[in-house]
């Protein structure tokens, strides 16, 4: 063949192209998400150029700033109907805005605030070398305990970076609910899963124990991303597309004009199921689930405490609202398929949560263990596949958030010379050392056991309801028992810290700066508000609980 023939084979193969459409992109509806995202590109900037005295400052004003305003457009797109009238699906079918969309963006957002305070605390461990001291190692990449390490404390210089890594974790979660079509949903799960694994590691002290943490948290995050993209390619081949529409219609048997290249595999039952339960199994893992926990105490404990207050919340927020669209929008025709599967889960998290939280001694692993409990109770709301689950999940995460958040902040108050002391034998005696913040603590203990006027009981009461209407009444009897034995170890804290001899060797009740006091006042006015009177808040997820399809 000659070269002008070639050229010509070229030619004519390039001429009837017709013009690639530019993508309509929807700035406005997507402010929320590219208000953080940009903030984080500004704070990666910020450690290149700004001086390292002012970047501590720069970075919490902006990390602040940018929070604040994604929260403020999220409260406008709500407020111009977007959760209801207007709810559609924006950026060429990749993002929803709707309803469960803004009402978990807004909760990801104030959580998201709140634990940005206690990042910035500085008040808790005494000056090292006439400079304040916050969680995070002075310089991540140096080897715990070496001379570089000294060196880096000496100078007094502070990991600054935590900042714009909880901003792409934030913009991840924001994301996540909201995906509308597979590949959407994996690229969110990286990008706020990859800032957490790195945030893990660089607690000041015990910095081995952290690195652990972040490795461990690292692999096993690993292989559920593996899983997870294992399963959107099966759902792919299923359906011969990864948009939420398209294989809900395939799974319901809608469609109307199928590609004869595809019609041999469409409607291949064992790629759908073997898929959904890869996907399905990714997200349980996110949300700590029991047979997917185990990463959940030993991350949870390692970690510097306020990413795992910040992680505690953040990371269940994200992953069940991608769960619940999941199961909603593009699943309901396989109800009869998933919803056994979910009850089993769901009591083994349950009762495994709150069981194996009764030998703990840690009390973050306690608190690790508390959060694997309450992710069955939501799972519960989820099973209840009625408009009601929808809106009581979306309540619960609220409110779980809040609390989660406040616990993990009253925790870095209690120290010793080795930084915090988190072994309940240290904690004896702590409601007469410094009554309040073991009040504090109580309250939001009370919240976790689910005891009436807290928001933990008005969350619990809603899930529970939403599932007994939902035909799920045996999945009930089983919360309660597990909820009755889980308030044993809430409790059980309570009785020691307020009846037990204080120690003389004992922890100290550090005094923090107005950001962690903040943070703390925040959790405990949502905690009871919400338990006091959450009606208006009910309604609210009511409101917010209709999916764009």
Not at 13 to 40: C, F, H, M, N, R
Not at 76 to 101: F, N
Not at 225 to 252: M, P
Request: aromatic share 10%.
């Amino acid at each position: 063949m000659s070269a002008s023939a070639v050229h010509s084979l070229w030619t004519t193969a390039a001429d009837p192209i017709t013009k690639i459409d530019a993508p309509k992109i929807e700035y406005g509806q997507l402010s929320p998400t590219l208000i953080v995202i940009g903030a984080a590109v500004l704070g990666v900037l910020v450690e290149a150029f700004v001086p390292r005295k002012s970047r501590y400052y720069v970075q919490v004003f902006l990390s602040v700033v940018a929070l604040a305003a994604a929260f403020a457009a999220v409260v406008g797109l709500a407020a111009g109907g977007y959760g209801t009238t207007k709810a559609h699906i924006a950026a060429m079918g990749a993002i929803a805005v709707d309803g469960p969309a803004l009402f978990l963006q807004g909760t990801i957002l104030l959580a998201g605030l709140v634990a940005i305070f206690t990042f910035a605390e500085r008040r808790l461990d005494p000056e090292a070398h006439g400079n304040r001291v916050d969680s995070f190692a002075a310089q991540a990449a140096s080897v715990p305990g070496s001379d570089s390490e000294k060196a880096a404390v000496k100078a007094g210089f502070t990991t600054t970076e935590v900042f714009p890594l909880a901003l792409f974790a934030i913009s991840g979660m924001l994301v996540f609910p909201a995906a509308n079509d597979l590949l959407t949903l994996f690229v969110a799960l990286e990008v706020f899963s990859l800032p957490l694994y790195l945030l893990c590691a660089v607690a000041r002290r015990k910095r081995l124990m952290s690195q652990e943490a972040a490795v461990k948290y690292f692999l096993l995050g690993a292989f559920a991303s593996a899983f997870t993209l294992f399963g959107i390619a099966l759902l792919y081949g299923y359906a011969g597309s990864v948009s939420y529409a398209t294989i809900a219609s395939v799974v319901d048997g809608s469609i109307q004009n199928v590609d004869p290249a595809l019609a041999d595999t469409m409607g291949n039952d064992a790629l759908l199921l073997i898929g959904m339960a890869l996907v399905v199994m990714g997200l349980l893992f996110k949300v700590g689930a029991v047979p997917f926990h185990m990463w959940t105490p030993d991350v949870y404990q390692g970690a510097p405490t306020p990413v795992t207050g910040f992680m505690a919340a953040g990371t269940k927020v994200a992953a069940f609202g991608a769960l619940l669209r999941l199961l909603y929008v593009v699943l309901p025709g396989l109800r009869w398929d998933w919803r056994p599967v979910m009850w089993a889960v769901a009591i083994v998290t349950m009762l495994g949560g709150a069981i194996v939280a009764i030998t703990q001694t840690d009390i973050k692993r306690l608190l690790a263990y508390s959060s694997i409990a309450h992710a069955g109770f939501i799972l519960a709301g989820v099973i209840a596949t009625s408009p009601d689950g929808v809106s009581s999940v979306l309540f619960y995460l609220g409110a779980y958030s809040f609390v989660t958040i406040g616990a993990f902040a009253v925790v870095t108050l209690v120290r010793d010379a080795g930084g915090e002391a988190t072994h309940l034998s240290k904690w004896a005696g702590l409601g007469r050392r410094s009554p309040l913040v073991a009040a504090v603590f109580a309250v939001f203990l009370l919240a976790f056991a689910g005891i009436p006027l807290t928001s933990g009981f008005a969350g619990k009461f809603a899930v529970f309801k939403a599932a007994a209407e939902g035909g799920a009444g045996a999945l009930v009897v089983v919360g309660v028992i597990s909820s009755a034995i889980a308030a044993f170890f809430y409790i059980r804290v309570i009785v020691l810290m307020f009846f037990s001899e204080p120690k003389a060797d004992g922890p100290t009740v550090a005094v923090p700066s107005p950001l962690t006091m903040t943070t703390i006042a925040m959790g405990v006015v949502v905690t009871i508000v919400l338990g006091v009177a959450p009606q208006y808040f009910l309604d609210l997820a009511g409101q917010a609980g209709v999916f764009v399809r």
